[in-house]
Nanobody, 124 residues
Framework: QVHLVESGGGLVQAGGSLRLSCAAS????????MGWFRQAPGKEREFVTA????????FYVDSVKGRPTISRDNAKNTVYLQMNSLKPEDTAVYYC?????????????????WGQGIQVTVSS
């Protein structure tokens, strides 16, 4: 059983940057596909980015293309989401997730373990 805990969220001004962390226990992040998703108020949860076991990356939402960077520190068993040039529309609860099958997937159904989520609020 992999336990994921997000941290690093909070309030940031538009144009600023934020780095979210996802610390894992009970499993090694390098063995899983790891993804970041987000859910804005009144909207469905959407894919942001993911990294496969091999290190492949994907970006999906056009509104974030070029701005987020996912990385992984195997020594700390932690995955990061670096978000730059933040916009008010990036305001959401951000979730990290782990996929046993190991690849970077946009599909939430491929993920077996989820963190509790962390709030990111971008003020204009």
């Amino acid at each position: 059983q992999v336990h994921l805990v997000e941290s690093g969220g909070g309030l940031v001004q538009a144009g600023g940057s934020l780095r979210l962390s996802c610390a894992a226990s009970g499993g090694t992040v390098s063995r899983y596909g790891m993804g970041w998703f987000r859910q804005a108020p009144g909207k469905e949860r959407e894919f942001v980015t993911a990294i496969s076991r091999s290190g492949e990356r994907q970006f999906y939402v056009d509104s974030v293309k070029g701005r987020p960077t996912i990385s992984r520190d195997n020594a700390k068993n932690t995955v990061y989401l670096q978000m730059n040039s933040l916009k008010p529309e990036d305001t959401a609860v951000y979730y990290c997730a782990a996929a046993t099958m190991g690849w970077a997937s946009r599909d939430q159904r491929d993920y077996d373990y989820w963190g509790q989520g962390i709030q990111v609020t971008v003020s204009s």
